[in-house]
Structures are given as C-alpha cells and as structure tokens.
C-alpha cells in the first residue's frame, strides 16, 4: 500500500522536483563559459540582478503577458460560442463535435506550426488566395508579426478554451433558462443573468489553460514570430542556446515559475471549489 | 376587465415526431379557479401545461389567455408565472434575489423590489431566509421560494408543475392546504399538473382527467368520483369495481358503496364471496372478496370502533350487498 502510494511521488521527486531544484541551483550560480556544463555553482544572484535590471528582461515579459492575454480573450471569445453550440446540440452528435476539436491533436503540434508557416509565408497559400481574389492586392506579410503569434496561440490553444466551458455548459439545466423567460427575460438577457454567471468556473479554467503555457510559450513566436516579437519563452531559449548563458536561462526559467505560481493556485482553488459544489 | 374565462383552448394539438402529446382539447379555465391536470405519464397534462407558459408551440389550435391570443407569443410576454417541478431557482442567486428576478426584468424600481419581496416572503413564512442561497435551504423552504418566486408578479394565470412532487408525505399534507390558502388570499387562478388523484381531489375545484393527449372527464373532484363517465376515468380515480350491469354495458361501483356483512343484508342486489385478502389500513380495511358473479371485487369499511382489528377474516364467508343507485352507469 505504501510503495502504491509512493511511487508516484518518487516518480515526481525524481523527475520533477529534483529538475527544478537543479535549474534552482544553476540559475544562483555564474557564467563559465570555458567550463563543460558552462557553470560556476555558487550563491550569487547576480543573473537575477541582470534580469531587473536589463530592460530586455522586462520588455520581453510585459509583451508575453500582453500576447498571452489578449491570445486569451480571442480564445474565449471564440470557444464560448463553439462550447456553447455543443451543448445545445442533440447529445447524440455532441461527441462527433468534441472530436473534431480535439482532432488536431492526433499531428504533431510541432508540424501544425510548420503549417501555419507554409499558410502565412509570402507566396503562401493565403497571400496567393488574397492576391488571386483581388480581394486584397498587396497583402502584407502575416509571418514574422505579432498578428501570427496570437493567430498561433489562439490556433494550439483552442481546444483547452473549448472542452472546460463545454464541461460547465453543458451541465446548466435547461429549466433554469426556462425560468428566466418565463419571468420575462428575453433569450439575451437570461444569458447575460444566468447562462454567463453559471459557466464562471469554465470560463475561470479555459482561460487559465490557455493563459498560463502561453506566458511561457516559445515555439510559435520563435516559428511564427520572426524576430520582431519578444515572448520570455524564447528569450529563455536564446539565452540557453545561443549565448549558452546556463545561469541566466535558468534565472528567467526560475522567475516565469514564480509568476505562474499566482494563476495556478487560482486553477487549482477554482477546481476544488466546483469538484466541492457537485458532492 | 374581461369578464370570460381566463384560459381558453381551442383544438390545441401538439405532435412529438409520430406521437401526438396533446391531441385537438378543447378547454376552458375560469377566473379564480384551481383547476387541476391529472393523469399518468405521458397522458400530455405536462405538454399542455408548458403550452399554457410558452414553452412548446401548439401544432394546431388557438390559445387565448384572458381573451388574447397567446398562441405565438413568447414565454417572456405571457401574463403567466410557473413553479417548476424542479423548482429551477437559480442557484447563484440568494433568496431575495431569486424572488425579485422577474421584477427586475420587468424594470421595477429597486425600492418597490425590496418591498414586494419582502411582502411575498412574509406571505410563505421566509422572511428570515432572504440572505439565503438555494442549497442552504431545506426541500419545503425552496419549494416556497419557488412559489414566491411566481407570485410575486401578480401573475393572470400561476402554472405548477406537480407542486408537490418533491416533498416528503408529511410536509405535502400541511403545503397542500398552505396553497389552497394562498391561492384564495390572493384570488388568482391556479393551473396544475399532477399525476397524484389525491392532491388533485383535495385541492381542485376543477380537475381534467387526462388519457392519451385527451381529455377524458372534466368537473368537479366530487363529479368525477361519484360519476364518471368512462372505465377509464372510474378506474383511474379511486378504487372501482367495474361490473358488467344486467341490460348490457357497465357499472362503476365504489369499494366504501357497499355493505359488507356475515348475513344476507337487506339490499336490492346481494351477492355471496368468501374474502381472499385483507388489507388493514388503520382509517380502513379493504377487503378483496371473491364472487362468483363478478370476480373479486374490493369493499372497504370503515373502523369506527377500536376494539378489533379487521371485522372479517381470510377465507371468511360473507354477503355483499348495494342499492341500485350506489354505482355508477358508464358510457364508455
């Protein structure tokens, strides 16, 4: 019983706490760049301090918090009437639908990116689709801008906006609604009073699913980005990669934890709270 | 003010797919009555019911509420309230605010609100839980919210879906009355659908006797008990003994019209049995007797002493006896 009970948490130890401890330590220790890993252990904070203190740091949070709440709220405002209409749906075709939004799951996240490239490239299929239907006739480039990055976001991330607000959505009895009209709330106002206050929760979690990888996302502004747009996702990726910079990577690394941590306790508290009302 | 009926059906019919719910009934309801749906499921009270409060759209037929012509009009511009059976109260909403609902959205000023929410609190006894959510509440508290909740816009017409359906037996007793009082106090006409013969004897002026999207029998609970016109509606309400009568056709004889004794009583019709079941009920014993001119038959009596148990024993042989008007003659 107890090696049952122990064995995800040696797995969890091992795999992930340790990890973190070991990003912990390298990201208080100093830059070496003749020594194999590049690493000094230590006890200096001197990587924070540049992050701080370096307004390249800053820039590039500010702008993934921008990008990842705005990609957000397009999410949402695209998932709630997709969650929405599956709900409604008769329930024998409502599975069919949920399958086609978690079909684009069955490729590689990695090769949808690079499709999206192919899609937004000068000469790609939507330029030449513009320029062909004379609807536009000189589009600008898509790719390498801001405008791709959320057009990315929102693309992955969809689905984590979808499935929660169909969960809480589709559990909104019917005669509450029924109640409203019949108490003289016309279809829109018994929305706004009852239907949007009940899917809270949902609308609580989708976001946080989507907000939260997103601060932190590096593929697709890397991919769809160019370098124009500045996520902390793929300055941590530079700085590891390319400048080698184990301890300041591990520095951000450290400091995009930390800020996560406030909008995963409000995940969590928000779960708990709805597993609670349904016992 | 209209001075006709306040409900008024014409030929009302709705189909589901191949099955028609309510089928061409024709219907009037009059000012200050509490007229009662009855009927198994699926009989189409419950359609007909949600007609009434826009819900389901009549197939064919017209439907006039207090002389207008309500059959295309929306729920939320019908001069009607519902109490669901499920009570439906918004759960993230407290009581008061459950109860002011409807006012809001009718764009009452907030002080009037709290005033009339207040009045129709105190009316059901829940002044004291306003603050209250739903789930803080027992059965028979949001059961009156839920009451509340439709009185409280001075409804033409309050629609209840089996009122009492979720409660436990003791508290449905006391909440049976309890509405009777209401709906007099406040003189407004009540609809409702229930499926137990019970309530709606008790608390009906009028009930409709429902059977298969028709409406079987209307009248009142004493009518339609002492005479139905069809087996069906003899069978449906109270315990009958349906008999096939000398000249052809049948008879609806109620278990408490006849005389059940050890000798050949002096009625007109007497028949000899011996009594196969007793069931001791406390106010009464039924008593399953066997006949040989009718098969078995069910007589009550009623235990107005307290010395003994059931007067008559298993296997006991007795007399049945009834005068010629205690049953009933069917037409169907």
Redesign the interface.
Known sequence: MRFVIGLPFLWLGIFFLLPCLLVLAISLGTYAPDSVPPVELGLSIKSFALLFSDGLYLAAWLSSLRIAATSTLVALLLGYPMAYAIARTAPNRRPLLLMLVVLPFWTSFLIRIYAWMGLLADNGLIDQFLRWSGLVSNPGTILGTEWAVHLGIVYAYLPFMVLPLYATLEKL?D??L?????????PL?AFF??TL??SLPGIVAGCLLVFIPAVGEFVIPDLLGGTETLMIGKVLWDEFFTNGDWPLASAVAVCLLVLLVGPIAIFQRNQARSLEKRT | MNSGPIVRIEGLTRRFGPIVAVDRVDLEIARGELFALLGGSGCGKTTLLRML???ETPDEGRLFIDGQDMTDV???RRP???M?Q?Y?????MDVAANVG??LR??GVKAAEIAERVAEILTLVHLQDHAKRKPSQLSGGQRQRVALA??LV?RPKLLLLDEPLAALDRKLREGTRFEMVRLQEQLGLTFVMVTHDQEEAMSMATRLAVMNAGRIAQIGTPHEVYEHPVSRFVADFIGIANIIARDGGGWMALRPEKIALSAERPGLPRTIAGRIVDVAYEGDRSLYHVETDAHGTMTVSTTNTSRSAGAAFARGQPVWLGWADESGQRLEA
Do not use: I, Q
């Open positions: 009895d005669s509450l029924e109640a409203a009209a019949d108490l003289g709330a016309k106002a009073t009852v206050p009940l | 409060a826009g819900f929306p729920p939320y009607v309230n519902m669901f499920s439906a109260l918004f759960p993230h609902y409807g959205r009718d909740r439709a816009k």
